[in-house]
């Protein structure tokens, strides 16, 4: 795999791509120091595509904010559960398949490992906003662009928008401690794997993640 536009971090930015060898930490430390061509999006892409890519990554948080708003003000947290389970993957397939492009969430720490888990590109754009967020960056707005060569001379576009943890998301992501038990045990039964617990106010919850062919 190779990344593009050409750039003198060639060789850290593959290492840090392709190998699942590394840790979160070192990922993180090396993200840091060569992330500088992945803050704006590449040159190479058309404004068409940012936009677009922007556009639908917005979308999927906008549809999701205002009904997860409104399932947990007429249902309470246990009937909003599904709003999170079944309303966000129907939102992002249809607006992939309206974009051509394949759109999901992942998690810093994960609820559902089938759907939410990072692959290595996603990680490392995790690691990234970590460390933007630890260097002081705002949170708001913050997207990891890339364009990667695969096998065939195709181009892939990789974006992430990253996803913060607000007051609404406490009842379902806070200290496991602060989770009404009804509502606890409704998600222990449905994701026996549950890690996403533990958060609060202002931390990195996980990210948009958009995947396009450009050609
Ligand atoms: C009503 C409970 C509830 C609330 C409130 C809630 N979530 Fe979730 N969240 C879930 C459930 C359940 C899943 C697993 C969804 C699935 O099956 O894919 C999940 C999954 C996620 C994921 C995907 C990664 C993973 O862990 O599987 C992200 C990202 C996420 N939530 C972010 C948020 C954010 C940000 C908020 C606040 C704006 C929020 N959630 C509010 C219940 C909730």
Redesign the pocket.
């Known amino acids: 795999m190779k990344i593009l536009p050409p750039s003198s971090k060639l060789s850290i930015k593959t290492l840090v791509t392709t190998s699942t060898a590394f840790c979160l930490t070192a990922m993180a430390t090396l993200a840091g120091s060569a992330n500088a061509q992945e803050l704006s999006p590449p040159v190479s892409l058309e404004n068409a595509t940012i936009e677009s890519t922007r556009a639908m990554a917005n979308e999927l948080l906008t549809q ?2 205002q009904k ?1 708003k409104l ?2 003000s007429t249902e309470g ?5 599904s ?4 309303t ?2 129907a939102i992002a397939k249809s607006l992939s398949s309206k974009h051509g492009a394949q759109m999901t ?3 810093t ?9 990072p692959n290595a590109w996603q990680k490392e754009a995790l690691a990234q906003f970590e460390n933007r967020l630890t260097k002081g960056e705002p949170a708001a707005n913050m997207e990891y662009w890339k364009v990667v060569d695969i096998d065939n001379g195709k181009h892939e576009l990789q974006y992430a928008k990253a ?4 007051p ?6 806070g200290p496991a401690s602060e989770i009404p038990t009804s ?1 606890a045990e409704k ?1 222990r039964i ?2 026996p794997q ?3 617990t533990g958060y609060s106010v202002g931390k990195l ?4 993640v958009i995947s396009k062919l450009l050609n």
């Open positions: 999701l904010g997860l399932a947990m947290p246990e009937g909003a559960v709003v999170c389970k079944e966000s993957p969430r992942v998690g720490r994960v609820r559902n490992p089938v759907m939410g888990t996803i913060m943890v607000q609404v998301c406490l009842s379902c992501h509502l998600i449905e994701y549950d890690q996403a919850r996980g990210a948009v």
